[in-house]
């Protein structure tokens, strides 16, 4: 019973916070605690973009391409930001939490030219 | 001079060694969960509560909660992460899921140990996030990860109840 509740509670609050995230044209924004450093429109066709984020460890160097995102350096100790690997999807979040540094993926791809037109 | 030396009781002595073994136990675990090939970000099995669960129902609540706190302590020692975000975060969710664990074996009649396993699997998870959220990262995208980590969690913690329930059963079936 306890199980039931639980499940039925996640999945309407995955779907919720999904439905939130989903909403307007993808971004991807870099944030060093509660400061935005950077904003891209995502995806970024035939450019590869490399932003050096000041944290409060050092510099992690995180890299855009028309593929998605993800951390190619971090001067924390244990590197899971890297380990993550590349991140594509709309509600997709890689952090790294010893330098403060969060990047998150919001919006469709739809309304930002992942097709070139919607036709009815 | 006479000194009457004062030498703990037999059932007592007992009861710390229980303690100690099962402290050992979980630090062992926390240990070899921390050289584990990463699940996902923040996500690991959570193996070590089946000790914190083990010590509720065999030595008693204010045990697992002191259980829970060491091995914490210990276990990042060891690993070489004491008094990093990873050791605060892992304490925070470690004391918060042994005392989520410990109020609903005393406040819920007939509870199993599936069900109290998986309070502690879910307050776990939770706490983490909230100590990430307010203390390093400061943004609340950052909860767009635990609906799927909770459903993770959920797995886990159901099969850590089943594990701890198997062993109780044949701890009892022994005395």
């Not at chain 1, 979040?93 to 070139?116: E, F, M, Q, W």
């Not at chain 2, 913690?157 to 005395?175: C, F, K, P, Q």
Request: glycine share 8%; aromatic share 10%.
């Amino acid at each position: 019973m306890l199980l039931l509740i639980s499940l039925a509670a996640i999945l309407y609050a995955w779907q919720w916070i999904h439905y939130e995230v989903s909403a307007g044209p993808a971004m991807i924004e870099i944030y060093h605690d509660k400061v935005l450093l950077a904003q891209y429109p995502f995806p970024q066709p035939g450019r590869n973009i490399l932003f050096d984020a000041e944290g409060a460890l050092g510099i992690s160097k995180i890299f855009i391409d028309s593929k998605g995102v993800h951390f190619s350096s971090s001067p924390c100790t244990t590197q899971y930001c890297v380990l993550n690997g590349h991140h594509s999807e709309s509600g997709d979040i890689i952090a790294c939490v010893p330098n403060r540094i969060l990047v998150t993926i919001k919006g469709s791809r739809i309304n930002s030219g992942h097709y070139d037109a919607i036709v009815e | 001079m006479n000194r009457s030396i004062s030498r703990p009781s037999l059932p007592a002595l007992e009861h710390k060694a229980k303690w100690l073994s099962l402290l050992l136990l979980a630090i062992s675990l926390h240990v070899f969960e921390a050289a584990l090939p990463s699940l996902g970000p923040w996500f690991k099995p959570g193996l070590a509560n089946v000790v914190t669960l083990l010590a509720l129902i065999i030595l008693g609540p204010s045990a697992a909660a002191m259980l829970a706190i060491w091995r914490v302590i210990v276990g990042s020692f060891l690993i070489g992460t004491l008094f990093t975000p990873t050791f605060i975060i892992s304490l925070a969710g470690g004391v918060a899921a042994a005392a989520a664990m410990i109020t609903a074996w005393r406040l819920l009649p007939g509870i199993t140990l599936i069900g109290v396993s998986l309070i502690g699997a879910l307050t776990h998870m939770t706490v983490q996030f909230i100590t990430v959220e307010s203390l390093f990262i400061h943004q609340q995208a950052l909860y767009y990860l635990l609906p799927p980590l909770l459903l993770l969690s959920l797995l886990t913690g159901w099969i850590n109840g089943g594990l701890a329930a198997y062993i109780v059963s044949r701890t009892e079936d022994s005395d």
